[in-house]
């Protein structure tokens, strides 16, 4: 397991009394579920990388901290939205917003974090303002496709791995790309580094969301906060269980009767979770992953080349990338 970046303590330092700032404007009935969903949080790496895009241009990290408070909601109203929608009533060791006050709130508190996002940003109107808002209404329409797709996949039988990457780079991918930029927006950057950098989020996404489908198969629940297999358990056509469908082996055969079940059997959770292996979903993944990371990687050592571009900041990217792919699973 990689040592955990030292940005991560620092953004939350940052962020965290912005976002509960923004929060704490809503009416009561939204404030306090949302103050609630807050407190489980995870380790922050979406405001992590608005605030190291903007240090990696040179400017402090105060000027990424609008980009990071709205990208920090607009996760925790996707999280929100897709707990009712898989139905999972605990996340992080505590029950779900809507577990714990009714999917109605859940529904409505998730929608009130997604306005808040665009008035955060929104608030001291510029240019560059205006971008970032503009940059963010693009990458939150991309996760909606990604989360529309993975819906779709739930009752489709023939599922291709580049489907299944199109949706994930949709899902994660377009989110973590706007948060490895948009501090460089704010800060006014060259068109070029922007790129780059959302280059670089884009390649993280993947290889974020490739060890996300692997803690969802053999995560440890004390770490993952979710039940054993949860994913399994959803019958999601996770890329582990894409490229094991795919893989024209016997195992292929037998995960897809097994998934083709309404209702799981005794000691058939465990059966698929041996047969994915068995079909190459694990090792697969895992490299799937690693090859995104040194894509990500690539894409920072081309902004490093650059004069403007502080090589501090890239590096933490570099470590941020690496704690992503190195988590356990």
């Known amino acids: 397991m ?12 940052l962020v965290d009394p912005a976002t509960a700032a923004a929060v704490s404007g ?16 995870g380790k922050g ?25 709205a990208i920090e909601l607009i996760h925790d109203f996707s999280l929100i939205h897709d707990d009712i929608i898989d139905n999972d009533a605990e996340r992080r060791h505590r029950p779900t917003v809507w577990a714990k006050f009714g999917t109605g709130v859940g529904v409505v508190v998730g929608d009130a974090l997604h ?27 991309a996760m909606i496709a990604g989360q529309s797709k993975d819906m779709a996949f739930e009752t489709r039988s023939a599922i291709t791995l580049e489907d299944c990457l199109a949706m994930e780079r949709g899902k994660t991918g ?39 489908d692997l803690l969802g198969i053999w995560g440890d629940p004390e770490r993952t906060g979710k039940p054993a297999g949860a994913d399994l358990r959803e019958r999601k056509k996770s890329v582990p269980v894409v490229i094991a469908l795919n ?68 590096e933490e990217m570099r470590l941020l990338a690496d704690f992503i792919v190195g988590r356990d699973f």
């Open 174 to 212: 377009a989110l973590l790309s706007y948060a490895s930029s948009v501090g460089a927006i704010l800060a006014e950057a060259d068109d070029a580094v922007i790129d780059g950098l959302a280059e670089y989020g884009a390649h993280l996404g993947v290889a974020f969301q490739a060890v996300d």
């Open 45 to 69: 790496t979406r405001p992590a990388l608005a605030i190291l895009s903007a240090e990696a241009v040179g400017a402090p990290p105060e000027t990424g901290v609008p980009g990071a408070v």
């Open 2 to 13: 990689s040592q955990t970046p030292s940005i991560l303590g620092r953004a939350k330092e």
């Open 26 to 41: 809503l009416c009561d009935e939204l404030r306090v579920p949302a103050e609630y969903h807050l407190q489980g949080r």
């Open 247 to 314: 893989s024209g082996t016997p195992a292929a055969e037998e995960l897809a009767r097994i998934y083709a079940r309404a209702e799981w059997q005794a000691g058939e959770l465990d059966a698929a979770r041996a047969l994915v292996e068995a079909g190459g979903g694990r090792d697969e993944t895992r490299e799937l992953a690693c090859t995104h990371h040194r894509k990500a990687v690539s894409a920072l050592d081309s902004l490093a080349q650059r004069e403007e571009v502080v090589g501090e900041a890239v």
């Open 115 to 141: 306005a808040l996002a665009f008035e955060v940003l929104l608030r001291d109107v510029s240019p560059a303002r205006i971008r970032a808002a503009k940059n963010l209404s693009e990458g939150v329409a």
